[in-house]
């Protein structure tokens, strides 16, 4: 896998986003050295500034690298903006060590990585007015189509285990198998499946 490109301004940010890169990173002074890596399955983790626009992060995007914006101050409207416009990820500049793993380990397997409350704005604006038809539940156990259910409503893990009497690591599995039989990988890409069956 070729290195994780990082342009991040601040240095404190910087060493953490540095020190949970394994594998390897490669980070840049000025966006300009991009010219130097060719963006097919290029990962680049740009941090907005007033240097780097939003503007510019999208046409980053659409040149074919794979942009995860970061953000000092992260907010659904940006991010939503962003994620139509073909980044692949929207995260906090200041994340937590254990947060950037998780986000790393997402995209690097093709995922989108984007925070709970834009996920559920989008989840939200695709179902809006739609009820989905039942050819998805097909395959799936009953309570695997209570937890999807769920996840077509906007709910967190943390939501569904409550409502459904069941711990958030059961809600996990369950999903798990339902990303499996339905051949999906991830809540994103689910919703729009049963979506797209209606």
Same mark, same amino acid.
């Given at each position: 896998? &070729? ?10 940010? @910087?060493?953490? /986003? ?5 594998? =390897? ?8 050295? @991009? ?53 692949? =990820? ?6 937590? &060590? ?9 995209? &690097?397997?093709?995922?989108? /990585?984007? =925070? ?23 395959? @799936?156990?009953?309570? $695997?189509?209570?937890?999807? $259910? +769920?996840?077509?409503?906007? &709910? ?8 459904? =009497?069941?711990?958030? +690591? ?29």
């Amino acid at each position: 896998m &070729k290195p994780l490109l990082l342009y991040i301004k601040d240095q404190n940010a @910087l060493q953490n /986003w540095v020190s949970v890169c394994s594998g =390897g990173c490669i980070v840049l002074s000025h966006l300009s050295e @991009l010219t130097d890596f060719p963006p097919l399955d290029q990962l680049v983790f740009i941090q907005i500034t007033e240097q780097c626009s939003v503007d510019s992060l999208i046409q980053l995007a659409r040149d074919g690298y794979g942009v995860i914006a970061l953000s000092n101050t992260p907010n659904d409207p940006e991010g939503i903006r962003l994620f139509q416009n073909g980044v692949r =990820g929207y995260a906090n500049t200041f994340s937590a &060590k254990q947060r950037i793993e998780q986000i790393v380990a997402t995209v &690097k397997s093709d995922s989108v /990585w984007l =925070g709970p409350s834009i996920m559920q704005a989008i989840f939200q604006s695709l179902l809006k007015g739609q009820t989905p038809k039942d050819y998805w539940k097909q395959s @799936l156990t009953e309570r $695997e189509i209570e937890v999807t $259910e +769920r996840v077509l409503q906007s &709910k967190s893990n943390r939501e569904i285990a409550a409502e459904l =009497g069941i711990t958030e +690591r059961t809600v996990k599995a369950h999903l798990r198998n339902v990303f499996e039989k339905l051949e999906v990988t991830d809540r994103l890409s689910l919703v729009l499946k049963i979506k797209n069956w209606s």
